[in-house]
């Protein structure tokens, strides 16, 4: 079981800059990758970025160049830092975990932080 923890969601202005946080406890060594996704009203849940066990890093294009994410390995923690921030990032931001245990493959959600962004 792992377990994920989000915190950082708030109302900014457009241009603003946030940053999301994720601690990770539990059975961390089975992680593969974390990522955040986030989902609109109305609109489907979305990846946003993702960063392997390797350190590799994906993002969604909509973000590319104004988001980063990053991890704390020691802290167990995984970062998404927002800059540039626009009226259509608006959305309930999740983190999530992969999880891999033996042949079994796993995923965990946090609970979500609202992230709002007023033009």
């Known amino acids: 079981q792992v377990q994920l923890v989000e915190s950082g969601g708030d109302l900014v202005q457009a241009g603003g800059s946030l940053r999301l946080s994720c601690a990770a406890s539990?059975?961390?060594?089975?992680?593969?990758?974390m990522g955040w996704y986030r989902q609109a009203p109305g609109k489907q849940r979305e990846l946003v970025a993702l960063?392997?066990?390797?350190?590799?890093?994906s993002y969604a294009d909509s973000v590319k160049g104004r988001f980063t994410i990053s991890r704390d390995i020691a802290k167990n923690t995984v970062y998404l830092q927002m800059n540039s921030l626009k009226p259509e990032d608006t959305a309930v931001y999740y983190c999530?975990?992969?999880?891999?245990?033996?042949?079994?493959?796993?995923?965990?959600w946090g609970q979500g932080t609202q992230v709002t962004v007023s033009s």
């Open positions: 960063i392997t066990s390797g350190g590799s890093t």
């Open positions: 539990g059975s961390i060594f089975s992680i593969d990758a």
């Open positions: 999530y975990a992969d999880s891999q245990v033996g042949i079994e493959d796993y995923d965990y």
